[in-house]
């Protein structure tokens, strides 16, 4: 599959290349277009502390280069590539010496939420590294119950919060299972990340959704420059383009890596649904 003419369409159209030089020129291709970008080295669920040292590194050279070349782009990171499931001591030490580099390149490490058995978790660690050293961020998934009080809660503590839906397939006794019922949760936080939140990420490449945030931003006089929107690198490009032109900041979510296949497998298994959105962007231009 990873050699075949299909594999090496999909991998071009959604990930910026195999190496962290590959990613480095597609993040200067979208600077130069008035995009910023965060990367996200491809590898989740590693099964030894070896593997997440890697990771943690990767990620360390990432910081150092986009230092280096003062490119606007920051790193993504999963908890289960840096150990989490393995000992979350270990992962603790591995995000601490990254969330150390960013700060003292003033940067910032955006902790990407997975299934709804981390959420606990994941926000204890960044809350704590924040409190700590700053330069570290959540992510929100709208379509979790208890969404609401953790905005709440992270807002308060002065922390950078991107929202999305969520992609993860979740019970009903945590999430909500209807399509409307998560679009009506992602507005309301986001409503309430563009009033009180730090720095928001609306991340999302539901056209409804994005109308609906530049409704309600125009309406309450909130500037552009108040919050960003965040998309997939290859996903409705014709969306990111009519963004920028508008004057919205725009930040493109970056894979890289030799783990490209089992990054779009696990997706697709998680939820059927992934598919269908596959499918469609492989088609849009």
Known sequence: METSALAHRLSSRFVAGETLPDALAVARRFNAEGIAVTLDH???????CEEAAASRDEYSRALDQIQAERLNATVSVKLTQFGMDLDEAVC?????QLVRVAAQHENFVRVDMESSAYTGRTLALVTDLHARYGSVGAVIQAYLHRSEKDVEMLTKKGIRIRL????????????????????????????????SGV???????????????????????????????????????????????????????????????????????????????????????
């Open 42 to 48: 491809l590898g989740e669920n590693v099964t030894s």
């Open 92 to 96: 603790r030490d591995n995000v601490e």
């Open 164 to 195: 999305c839906k969520g992609a993860y397939l979740e019970a009903a006794e945590v999430a909500y299972q209807r399509k409307a019922d998560v679009d009506r949760n992602f507005v309301h936080l986001m409503k309430m990340l563009l009033q």
């Open 199 to 285: 720095d928001p990420a609306i991340a999302t490449h539901d056209e409804a959704m994005i109308a609906e945030t530049e409704r309600f931003a125009t309406a309450n006089k909130i500037p552009p420059s108040a919050f960003e929107f965040q998309m997939l690198y290859g996903i409705r490009r014709d969306i990111q383009k009519r963004l920028v032109s508008a004057g919205y900041r725009l930040r493109l979510y970056v894979p890289y890596g030799k783990a490209w296949y089992p990054y779009f497998m696990r997706r697709l298994a998680e939820r059927p649904a992934n598919l269908l959105f596959l499918v469609r962007n492989l088609l849009r231009s």
